[in-house]
C-alpha cells in the first residue's frame, strides 16, 4: 500500500494539472501524511514481530534456568537448615506441618493420628 501510495503521490505532485486544483492539492497533502504515517506503522509492526520472535525464543532457557536456580535455593535453604522441617516450610511460605511430628507420628489433640501416605 505505502509503495502503490509513494508511486501515485510522486506521480500527482509532478503533474502539470495540479497547480490550479487546489482541492486536489489540499486532499493529496493529507493522503500523503497518512501514507507516512501507514509507513511509521509498518516499521514499527515490523520491530514488534522481531522483539516478539525474540522474547519467545529467549522464554524456553530462561524458563528452565528459573527452576534450576528456584531448586537450587530451596536446596540450599534444606542444607542451611539440616532438614528443619519448619525452615523448609516457611521458605516456601507455609507454616508447619500441620502440627503432627513425622518422626514420632505423634499429633496434638483433635488431629488425626495418621496422615495419607504414612505406614
Not at 2 to 12: F, L, P, T, Y
Not at 23 to 33: E, P
Not at 50 to 79: F, N, Y
Amino acid at each position: 500500500m505505502v509503495s502503490a501510495g509513494n508511486k501515485a503521490i510522486a506521480n500527482i505532485t509532478a503533474s502539470a494539472a495540479l497547480a490550479g486544483a487546489t482541492d486536489v492539492k489540499s486532499a493529496l497533502a493529507q493522503w500523503s501524511t497518512i501514507n507516512t504515517e501507514l509507513a511509521a506503522n509498518n516499521a514499527n509492526k515490523a520491530a514488534g514481530r522481531l522483539q516478539l520472535d525474540t522474547a519467545i525464543t529467549a522464554e524456553a532457557p530462561l524458563v528452565r534456568r528459573w527452576g534450576i536456580r528456584r531448586r537450587a535455593v530451596l536446596s540450599a535453604i534444606e542444607i542451611a537448615g539440616d532438614g528443619s522441617a519448619e525452615l523448609v516450610l516457611a521458605s516456601r511460605g507455609r507454616r508447619s506441618t500441620s502440627g503432627c511430628s513425622r518422626s514420632t507420628r505423634t499429633c496434638p489433640e483433635g488431629r488425626p493420628r495418621t496422615r495419607p501416605g504414612w505406614r
